[in-house]
């Protein structure tokens, strides 16, 4: 079963959810349950090859030219995080359904859901880089999407916002690093840079790719000193911390450094910064958490600590550590998952979740009090639990190091330190909520909550239990399996996983711990009281003044150079045009080359002159708007012959059809726009602007005879030559734009699209001007909608639409396409929003742009897709011919399909530009008239 289906079924999950808004709570969550179910059973079944040693791997073309392939790969590390995301993943659904209101939308929060559940499981499957870190980023959307889930509150968007501007600005860390690494090696695949550690290692550029890689691995598990946007993180719901913040988001950053260990660990640089920044990580997570009063906050905390506790075990040069580190991320997603849901179910059932109140509660929530304590005293790493034995690896590992040299005994003194105030902000979780008196302004009935709702917090709680007890039978295998791919070598230091190794430092050290701790919290009021006496740093504080100080000082950067002066803006661009493209000239012996130039005729001289005219004529009359208008179009139009004259016909029709929408677009917008521009100009600035205007001609046209009188190496002897073989297609130009250069138009139509979306956005319910005469001061004629106008153009409607079909069926092998399709069919229909006016047109033609770009879009990505299907590349195209009865022989080719959403895109696009701004004339005319 193919491995895409894995993370294509939580996507698919993603959009069934945001259907179900209309279905019972129970009845959407066990629907959507069903799409991480079916992938958990395809994970599932290939565990029993991936334990056996083998690595599954899958490659579908993409850009081949760049090495760019969409690839998964699936081996034990893998194995391991596709289990916690998909596994812990549906116990969330279930829980969500309980702890959200009936107020909640359901069906937006699992949308998000679902899709940081793909961005996760695309990150531990890709075996490409480049596709790893698009995942990345979806995470760090998704996350912003979830953590902001209730949007209403200010800390929820603070939160949101600090997390997204954290982790993505360890992202853009990230991808470079990741292209450094590709450069490196040569190539983007996962295995290749896998095999080549050594090569990277060896590599000058080593140093500035281990720490841009490890910024985007730390930013996202909040490593000191990134840490301070995993508690506000807190404000999300509390199904949406139990997995973002505790099981997998965090562990993200922690998966990047397993994934590259056996390609950049080894050097005392890595090790150096690895494991310096764990154990910071550690000791201020762990210490802080003593003294936060929200139990999220002290769970954050407490989650902050152990991230640094399992970098540190990755920074650590010993045989074991990798294995002690993938056994403590299964440990604590394990017990941290279900320490947040429990604090969930106390949170939905006390209605607070601060310490300072809730006391006692052992009496009114006895079975999930004894979940959560089970689980805390597996957190603070009680013998016969999960935790108990992946600390005690820990302590094992720190005792064997020599990081610091003659210092290194500090590590194993600070990682007994981190335990004990782990013993001691778990005793607190214990002691403070279900001890410690009666409930202190709790106004809720405090009660049990549903029975659906503890089963997660059951079955996690279960886990701690038997991996404490029974690790061998529970996690041995996929152990080994995920340690194995870490390490990167044929087989694993021996290691043993027994609940008892005898009397030895390790024990000692988890004793010392537990001891220290209760007597840390036994004593906890002196250390409050010198915690007080620090001076109060809030990091979100800091935060946000470190935003507004950005912020300020960016403004001042814009203030002097947006000046609100168009010339200024175009001469800054022209003088840069001028530096990069006249220095080169100067290195040039002899301008002319040995190529001779074509002889001058008749036809070319007079295209050139009216196209000199238009273009000074357009310069000379700019102040009466209209009549510039009016020349540029001269501009256009020549250049549309120039196309024609030297064979070019599909450019001429698309510059002509361009030419029109344009200029419509123009006239559309001059009416609210003066008709004639005052004078401006200093006679300093006019001598200014010639002169630029004068080099930048002097400079351009010695490009141009340079290029011309010289050899040129062209590539379209490759197009002409394979256009119909490869293509399928007599059409060079559209066999470029829907095969050869097919991503770039699949680019450029999601660029149009959204360009469309943005000024639909931008007209909304847009105030303008309203002019109550044309420019010569005669009022608006009374008849808005001249009977002529509307005659021609409803008869040149269905005449216009048929030669836009002829043209979009034609355009594979004869000049035109779905591009000209597009704007032909826009141009009709333009004219009848002109002609009738938009009410005309929406009682007859309820027409949604919004969809038909979307659809466009959606049709050219999944004819890429198809091409999958047939093993090759995205964007392949295919063609043969078939003889039809009574019509003969005729090629069909999948470009057409392709073509097809060009055309929509186009369609849409355009007539959501165009008809909202005529929408806005006509309104204003509406106006006027009454």
């Known amino acids: 079963m193919s491995l ?382 999960n935790g108990f034995l992946s600390k005690e690896m820990f302590f094992a590992e720190t005792l064997h190091q020599h990081v610091l040299g003659s210092m290194s005994w500090l590590i194993p003194v600070l990682a007994t330190l981190a335990g004990a105030f782990s013993v001691a902000y778990s005793m607190r979780f214990i002691h403070d909520v279900f001890f410690n008196g009666e409930p202190v302004g709790i106004k809720k009935d405090i ?21 404490g007890m029974f690790p061998n039978f529970a996690v041995d295998s996929i152990l080994a399996s995920a340690s194995l791919a870490v390490v990167g070598e044929d087989s694993l230091p021996q290691y043993s996983l027994a609940i008892w190794h005898g009397l030895n430092l390790p024990l000692l050290m988890s004793f010392l711990a537990v001891t220290i701790g209760l007597l840390i919290y036994w004593q906890r009021k002196y250390l409050f009281q010198f915690n007080a006496s620090l001076p109060d740093v809030d990091p979100k504080t800091m935060f946000l003044n470190g935003l507004d100080r950005i912020a300020s000082f960016s403004e001042k950067i814009m203030y002097r150079m947006e000046t609100g002066s168009l010339q200024r803006y175009i001469a800054w661009l022209l003088v840069t045009v001028l530096i990069f493209a006249g220095i080169p ?88 726009l003066p008709h004639r521009t005052p004078k401006e100009s200093t006679s300093l600035r006019l001598v200014r602007d010639v002169g630029i205007a004068s080099a930048v001609g002097v400079i351009i046209g010695s490009i141009c005879y340079a290029i011309l009188t010289r050899p040129l190496n062209s590539i379209s002897q490759f197009f002409v030559e394979n256009a119909k073989v490869g293509g399928g297609g007599t059409n060079v130009v559209n066999v470029i734009l829907v095969d050869f250069r097919g991503f770039d138009t699949l680019g450029e139509i999601i660029v149009l699209g959204i360009a469309a979306l943005g000024i639909y956005k931008l007209l909304l319910n847009l105030p303008l001007f309203m002019p109550a005469s044309d420019g010569e001061g005669r009022p608006w004629a009374i008849e808005r909608y001249p009977m002529l106008l509307a005659s021609i153009s409803q008869a040149l409607l269905p005449l216009a639409l048929m030669v ?34 938009s009410d005309w047109i929406y009682s007859r033609l309820d027409i949604n742009y919004r969809k038909i770009i979307a659809s466009g879009i959606a049709i050219a990505f999944v004819t890429g897709i198809g091409s999958w299907f047939f093993d090759r590349p995205f964007l392949t195209s295919w063609f043969d011919y078939f003889d039809i009865p009574l019509i003969g022989e005729i090629e069909l080719a999948s470009a057409i399909a392709f073509d097809l959403g060009v055309y929509l895109t186009v369609v849409g696009a355009t007539l959501m530009i165009l008809a909202s701004l005529g929408k806005l004339t006509l309104a204003s005319q509406q106006k006027e008239a009454k």
């Open 585 to 672: 000239l100067f290195d040039m012996l002899q301008l002319a080359g040995e190529q001779p130039l074509q002889p001058i005729d008749p036809h070319n001289m007079i295209g050139a002159g009216l196209l000199i005219v238009g273009a000074v004529a357009t310069v000379i009359c700019h102040r009466s708007r209209m009549t510039s208008l009016l020349m540029i179009s001269i501009v256009g139009l020549m250049v549309s012959v120039a196309f024609t004259r030297f064979s070019a016909p599909d450019l001429a029709l698309t510059q002509l059809t361009v030419e029109v929408v344009t200029i419509v677009l123009l006239m559309l917008a001059l009416f609210f």
């Open 4 to 385: 895409m289906w894995i993370p294509v079924l939580s996507l698919l999950g993603s959009l069934f959810a945001a259907t179900t808004n209309k279905l019972s709570r129970t009845y959407a969550a066990l629907t959507i349950a069903i799409f991480p179910v079916v992938a958990l059973a395809i994970v599932l079944y290939h565990t029993s090859s991936v334990l056996d040693g083998n690595v599954i791997r899958e490659s579908m073309q993409w850009i081949p030219l760049l090495g760019i392939n969409v690839s998964f790969r699936l081996d034990g590390l893998a194995l391991l995080f596709c289990l916690m995301i998909l596994g812990i993943g549906l116990l969330i659904i279930l829980y969500a359904r309980y702890y959200l209101s009936s107020n909640d939308n359901m069906a937006r929060f699992y949308t998000f859901l679902m899709l940081f559940m793909t961005a996760m499981l695309g990150i531990v499957l890709s075996n490409n880089v480049i596709q790893m870190w698009v995942f990345w980023e979806l995470t760090s959307i998704s996350s912003f999407l979830l953590i902001s889930y209730w949007w209403h509150s200010s800390d929820a968007r603070q939160g949101a916002r600090m997390a997204l501007t954290i982790t993505g600005g360890g992202g853009l860390a990230l991808l470079a690093g990741l292209v450094l690494l590709g450069n490196i090696v040569g190539s983007y695949n996962l295995d290749d840079i896998l095999n080549n550690g050594h090569v990277i290692k060896e590599h000058a550029l080593y140093p500035v790719t281990l720490i841009l890689i490890l910024l985007g691995a730390f930013t996202k598990s909040a490593q000191f000193p990134f840490h301070f946007w995993l508690p506000h993180a807190m404000a999300a719901p509390t199904p949406v911390s139990a997995y973002l913040h505790s099981a997998t988001m965090v562990k993200a950053g922690i998966f990047l450094l397993a994934r590259f260990y056996p390609a950049l660990s080894g050097t005392e640089l890595w090790f150096a910064i690895v494991t310096l920044t764990g154990l910071s990580t550690l000791i201020v997570g762990a210490y802080v958490a003593l003294f936060k009063h929200d139990l999220k906050g002290l769970l954050a905390y407490s989650t902050i600590s152990h991230l640094g506790l399992i970098t540190l075990l990755l920074g650590l040069d010993t045989e074991l550590a990798a294995v002690a580190a993938i056994f403590h991320i299964i440990n604590h997603a394990i017990f941290k998952a279900s320490l947040f849901m429990a604090t969930g179910i106390i949170d939905h059932e006390t209605g607070s979740r601060d310490m300072r109140k809730l006391n006692g509660l052992w009496k009114y929530l006895p079975y999930t009090a004894t979940l959560a304590m089970v689980a805390a005293a597996s957190m603070a790493g009680v013998p016969l639990l």
């Open 447 to 467: 009660h049990e909550p549903p029975r659906y709702m503890r089963v997660p917090v059951e079955v996690l709680v279960a886990l701690c239990i038997i991996v």
């Open 804 to 837: 836009s079909v002829y043209i979009f069926l034609r355009g594979h092998n004869l000049p035109g396409g779905g591009f000209i399709a597009g704007l032909v069919t826009s141009i009709a229909m333009i004219l009848q929003y002109i002609a009738r006016g």
